[in-house]
């Protein structure tokens, strides 16, 4: 087991990696010049040459692009993650101060995920292809197929229009201010948590079909154990494995997915960061920000990968 996670972290650290060189790449591609960015398309016209060359090399944007990768990592390490451009706080201290907001809208959705489309897979299965099945499935595919941040638009609009109500725009901690703090995360993790319910549920649903249908299942059923019993001892534990595997991809995912409705939300998380950096186009903090992102993708991914193999004693570790 140990050398099978050190398997695991091996190459999660080769990801890692190869993700850096990535993300570092194609933030230089992007077109555009920075000093731009900074001071804005006629305060550019107005800097001469020597002073847009030293404002680069403030900047560390004029030495060749391995010395430039080699610092960003070397800062990394050192948790050392750079400065905006237009803001003092660091980046460092944004992920601290804004990441405990996304954290808990990811958090919080994989739960209403799983309230939501376990038990709507398990009346999906046990009655297939009924009138209530195919509500569910119908059901299920809108909510895929809907936009997250288009719902959430709605949310605001109907709360805004029909209650008079906002939420608070400042960021509030959960141990500071509890209720400030839900009124800011609940709405995003409404949005994203119903999204992932619908995955949840289809892959559950499948899952379940499958699984009912094997050998050990009937034989349960044949030494007279009531149906109840059958589905919740011997065949969801299996049938939840796949969906385990699926709500790690999908906590992953729902970092890229609170980009938009945070912004819709205006909830101050690390995804409103993100959105206002790609505006500004802020070239620091967006390529620090997608490498954490990237990392936190990385790491639950190996979680999931040693979870499943702690469940399932059919995945041998060699």
Known sequence: MYSYIARRLAFGALTVIGVSIMVFAVMRILPGDPLVAIFGPEGFTKLSEQERAGYMAALGLSDPLWVQYLAWVKDIVRGDFGHSFFRSESVADMILRRGPLTAEIALISVVLSWLVGIPVAIVSALRPNTISDS???????????????????????????????????????????????????????????????????????????????????????????????????????????????????????????????????GTPGLGYAMFTAVSERDVFVMQNLVFVYAVVFVLLNIVVDVTIALLDPRIRYR
């Open 135 to 265: 509500l569910v499935r119908f059901i299920s595919i809108l909510f895929i197929a809907v936009p997250g941040f288009w719902v959430g638009m709605l949310i605001v609009l109907a709360l805004l229009f029909w209650f008079g109500y906002r939420a608070p725009m400042a960021g509030a901690s959960l141990l500071a201010d509890p209720v400030a703090n839900l009124q800011l995360v609940v709405g995003p993790a409404i949005v994203l948590g119903l999204g992932q319910a619908a995955y949840i549920a289809r892959m559950g649903r499948s899952s379940l079909l499958e699984v009912i249908r094997e050998d050990y299942v009937r034989t349960a059923r044949a030494k007279g154990l009531n149906n109840r019993l059958v589905i919740a001892l011997h065949a969801l534990p299996n049938a939840l494995l796949p969906v385990i595997t699926l709500s790690g991809v999908l906590l992953g995912l729902v970092l890229a997915g609170s980009i938009p409705v945070e912004r819709a939300f």
